[in-house]
């Protein structure tokens, strides 16, 4: 039995008809057509998923389209203004943190949660905070640069 | 420095914007009109006889369009060497691992065509498993394939120089021992395919995958088709390292469904069926005796190679090569003995994966190396120094070193790492080790037999004269070669990078072997800059005799062509013409030389479109022996690093501190880039060599088959790499350029085995170097030397 779920995503109301076993993964992915969110496992265990609720990281394949009931859920096509990119976005470009790019959706909504919450961050903080979301390219180390370069202050080498 | 203009620079990855903003499409972003998803049956069990399967049940379902069953799937074996091809679509007279595909269902939603999956009756006669090599091999087996007399799907003996001789006079000599467990890609996108039949019978596979040529080439055979009507387009792929080079079931079933039901059909796999699909690194079982003279000069390598290669052959004929050739360098070894067995068990088959079947070889023999300067009272560098080779040399098993910064990478790592404070006694805790590696650059021979080309590409002036568009077959999985094949092109016509487009990943583009072997940089960079100089010479040719000038005279920089010796009048001639077509249009090109799109446009309207192509098949190489098309290439890269460890000897936790990576990849191409696979390649190293471990339970099952319980590194588990880009100049590289790609895993693994020695005085002798297995050590040591 389908049941009702308005909630807001990048800013624009939906409400839709969703089986209550539905994930927001599916409903973004699916109903929305939002693909920029990944599918890396769908049991919460990569992070390629992630997108905000309502401000905060969350694994959307761990979470029902149900439980966004009335929530405000940002994902990566929400982070640009138009064409012209966040400087998150730009400094993943710009310190090569991107290789295959399906963990980059999720690392930017996590680097931009914890810069929103520790503009002066340092690089120990950054690896734990995304230390959620798994990247099998990279090594992590230009994703953590670009992330600091977006801080208030980067500080070198704290760990 | 290099003279370069974009060769060596730091240019954003072509498709990064578009992978920032969540825009990059992977093979599951795709949906078609009326597309249906397909789902797999596979086997519960590892070994059995297939004595009934029924799918009438499936077929009746509501929403079910087609099931696929042998009786309805072409029996054509395929797989990854036509000397093996040991696969089928589906089974039919047995399975042989568990995951083995059975059936293939295709229906209007994914949740109809999982339950009809589950109405498909099977009856199985259960054989017994043979879930390891000894097993496998012990008399009276029973066989998994009839072909594999003795579950043996592959034996290699190879022999260089005077072994015996050579162990006669070796001054010290040691046999060690070291295994791995089976590891998986644990790339973050899971294989999906997505088939379409348009209604002249033409297939299309859009596919995760990383060789859209052999992936072609197999369907075409399967399924019956002439080759003009397959085609295979990858979009873009999250990341592939090996697994997704060969062929799948996944993508044959999909294309047989989208056949049968002239719809289109995705089907997806699982994260556990990432798992049980595997075609991942083998678990290896490696034996070498070793010996050096006097002054740690290495004398002979004897060395013996088992690989538990699970239930087919996929690539692990080239495997159970590379695990004993790759040795033949970088350090002189004047005789080296080969022989290796790869078994087939009950298990996922094993293939491909970064540093293909030389990672585990090389991760025993340089920690022998270090045992040897322990014995000998050398520092391991020092030992390692007396013994690299130089540009120039060929080994024993006929590699050439066509250019080699071996050296030059040891002692970089030597002096920008703590090597300095290293203490010689192993113990407290703390350690330092070092390794090197080497590694083919590009595959010699492709994988069928052929004088084939390896590689085309067709770049295409547009008509307008204002942008270039490259087209090749090759595949960018991630690691950057669009972004390479952009920067070559804008190298050799002096056009900014904006300017140009590539277009790859798709069959109908070129033929490309695909990304493995680390070959894409060496062989597409190569065709890649013979279509821009074809490109070029064609508008030099035109420019020159509207000029009245020698072609010599004729230079392309920052997108303007410089020609030294026109006449003023002629040159404004084409300006004005050019002008004239773009009446109303702003930012016209006003005063200075004229512009690249002036120049193109003029052989345009001369000539008609301009295009060049471009091509490359290596030169014929060494060795006439017995598998010596597996380990020769044009050229090698090579790379060291050190790697700083703390061991906590209460609970066997290691934590990798700090790593000095040297990579020697001829001239760097994009230097971010190159740095890039320094880093994934040290990530999948520590990661391999730590803590990722297929766990098999006794019926053969995977016990892990999850991101969770199968760990790869997350950012806090890796330490902070200095990355150290050694640019000898390769003869046989685009620019001098070689690869980087898959060298770079090489030496992390031995690099911190040796530290972990330098820390603890244990040598690990099975992987990952879990908390588990060093505690063991460790125990054992002490039992050994009480007090
Ligand atoms: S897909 Fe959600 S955590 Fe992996
Ligand atoms: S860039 Fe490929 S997984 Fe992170």
Redesign the pocket.
Not at chain 1, 134 to 138: G, I, N
């Given at each position: 039995m389908k049941r009702f779920v308005s909630l807001t995503v990048n800013g624009r109301r939906y409400e839709l008809a969703v089986a209550p076993n539905r994930t927001l993964l599916e409903l973004l992915r699916e109903d929305l057509g939002l693909t920029g969110t990944k599918h890396g496992c769908g049991e919460g265990d990569c992070g390629?998923c992630a997108v905000l609720l309502d401000g905060t990281p969350v694994n959307s394949c761990l979470v029902l389209a149900l439980e966004a009931e009335g929530r405000e859920v940002t994902t990566i096509e929400g982070v640009a203004r138009g064409s012209e990119l966040d400087p998150l976005q730009q400094a993943f470009v710009e310190h090569g943190?991107?290789?295959?790019?399906?963990?980059?959706p999720g690392?930017i909504l996590v680097g931009k949660a914890h810069l929103a919450a520790r503009p002066r961050t340092t690089a120990g903080e950054v690896r734990r905070a995304i230390s959620g979301n798994?990247?099998?390219?990279?090594g992590y180390q230009k994703?953590v640069e670009a992330i600091l370069a977006c801080g208030e202050r980067p500080e070198e080498g704290g760990r | 420095m290099s003279g370069y203009a974009f060769i060596g620079g730091r240019g954003a990855r072509l498709d990064a914007p578009e992978k920032v903003s969540g825009r990059a499409t992977y093979t599951d972003d795709l949906t078609r009109p009326g597309m249906l998803l397909g789902a797999l049956l596979q086997s519960p069990l590892a070994h059995a006889r297939i004595k009934r399967l029924d799918a009438s049940r499936a077929a009746a379902l509501p929403g079910v369009a087609a099931v696929l069953t042998w009786e309805n799937a072409p029996h054509t074996r395929f797989g990854v060497s036509p000397a093996r091809h040991d696969e089928t679509v589906l089974c039919h007279d047995k399975v042989r691992y568990i995951g083995d595909e059975l059936a293939a269902v295709a229906a209007v939603d994914r949740v109809t065509a999982l339950e009809a999956v589950s109405l498909i009756e099977v009856e199985y006669e259960p054989l017994p498993p043979l879930l390891d090599v000894e097993a496998a091999l012990a008399p009276g087996a029973p066989q998994i394939h009839e072909d594999y007399q003795g579950n043996l799907c592959a034996q290699v003996e190879q022999a260089f120089g005077d072994l015996e001789a050579a162990r006669a006079s070796a001054y010290l000599v040691r046999t060690d021992r070291l295994s791995n467990k089976m590891q998986s890609g644990a790339?973050?996108?899971p294989q999906c395919a997505l088939a379409e039949v348009d209604l002249r019978g033409r297939l299309t596979l859009t596919s995760s995958t990383q060789s859209p040529h052999y992936v072609a080439r197999t369907v075409a055979m399967v399924l019956g088709l002439p080759e003009h009507q397959v085609r295979v387009v990858m979009p873009r792929v999250?990341?592939g390292f090996g697994p997704k080079a060969a062929a799948s079931s996944l993508e044959l079933c999909t294309c047989l469904l989208a056949q049968l039901t002239g719809r289109p059909v995705k089907t997806l796999f699982t994260r556990e069926q990432v798992f049980l699909h595997a075609r991942a690194r083998h678990q290896f079982f490696h034996t070498m005796t070793t010996g050096v003279d006097r002054e740690g000069r290495l004398l002979f390598l004897d060395h013996e190679a088992i690989l538990d290669g699970g239930a087919y052959a996929s690539f692990g004929i080239a495997t159970a090569y590379y695990a004993g050739s790759l040795l033949g360098a970088p350090y002189r070894l004047p005789a080296m003995r080969f022989r290796s067995r790869r078994v087939v068990t009950n298990k996922p088959a094993c293939g491909a994966q970064r540093g293909h079947g030389g990672v585990i070889a090389r991760a025993l023999f340089e920690t022998q190396l270090d045992r040897f300067a322990e014995e000998l009272g050398l520092d391991p560098i020092e030992l390692r120094l007396r013994n690299v080779m130089e540009e120039g040399e060929r080994s024993c098993n006929d590699l050439a070193m066509s250019s080699l910064g071996m050296r030059e990478c040891l002692e970089a790592v030597r002096d920008r790492s703590s090597w300095k404070l290293r203490k010689a006694r192993p113990g407290g805790g703390r350690g330092v080790g070092a390794a090197c590696g080497f590694f083919v650059s590009g595959a010699g021979y492709p994988i069928y037999r052929s004088r084939t080309f390896h590689c085309t590409v067709v770049t295409r002036v547009d008509e307008s004269g204002s942008g270039v568009e490259v087209q090749s077959g090759a595949a960018e999985i991630?690691q950057g070669c669009d972004t390479m094949l952009a920067t070559i092109t804008a190298e050799v016509l002096g056009l900014p990078l904006d300017r140009i487009r590539v277009r790859s990943g798709d069959t109908d583009l070129g033929l490309d072997l695909g990304a493995y072997s680390s070959r894409t940089t060496l062989m597409t960079g190569h065709a890649a800059r013979e279509a821009a100089e074809a490109v070029r010479e064609a508008i030099v040719a035109v420019l020159a005799a509207a000029l009245g000038v020698a072609p010599g005279a004729i230079a392309f920089r920052d997108g303007r062509v410089l020609v030294e010796g026109a006449e003023a009048a002629a040159l404004e001639a084409i300006r004005t013409e050019y002008r004239r077509e773009h009446r109303g249009w702003s930012g016209l090109p006003e005063g200075g030389p004229l512009t690249f799109a002036e120049a193109a446009r003029l052989a345009f309207l001369e000539r008609g479109t301009i295009v060049g192509t471009g091509k490359y098949r290596p030169p014929p190489l060494g060795g006439s022996f017995k598998g010596a098309a597996v380990g020769t290439s044009p050229a090698y890269g090579c790379s060291a690093q050190i790697a700083e460890v703390a061991v906590d000897l209460e609970t066997g936790q290691v934590k990798v501190e700090r790593v000095t990576a040297a990579h020697d990849c001829g001239q760097a191409i994009n230097r971010t880039q190159v740095e890039g696979q320094m880093h994934g390649c040290v990530s999948m190293g520590l990661g391999e060599a730590l803590m990722e471990e297929v766990v098999f339970d006794g019926q053969g099952r995977v016990a892990n088959p999850s991101l969770a319980d199968y760990r790869i590194p997350t950012a806090l588990d890796m330490p902070e790499i200095e990355t150290i880009i050694v640019e000898s100049h390769e003869p046989n590289g685009p620019f001098g350029a070689k690869e980087v790609g898959e060298g770079g895993i090489m030496p992390t693994i031995p690099a911190v085995l040796n530290a972990i020695y330098n820390a603890t005085g244990v040598m690990i002798e099975e992987l990952p170097a879990s908390p588990e297995r060093i505690l063991a050590a460790l125990r054992a040591r002490r039992a050994r030397e009480p007090g």
């Open positions: 390629a943190a991107v290789q295959c790019g399906y963990c980059t690392m798994l990247c099998r390219c990279t994703i | 790339f973050l996108e999250g990341g991630g």
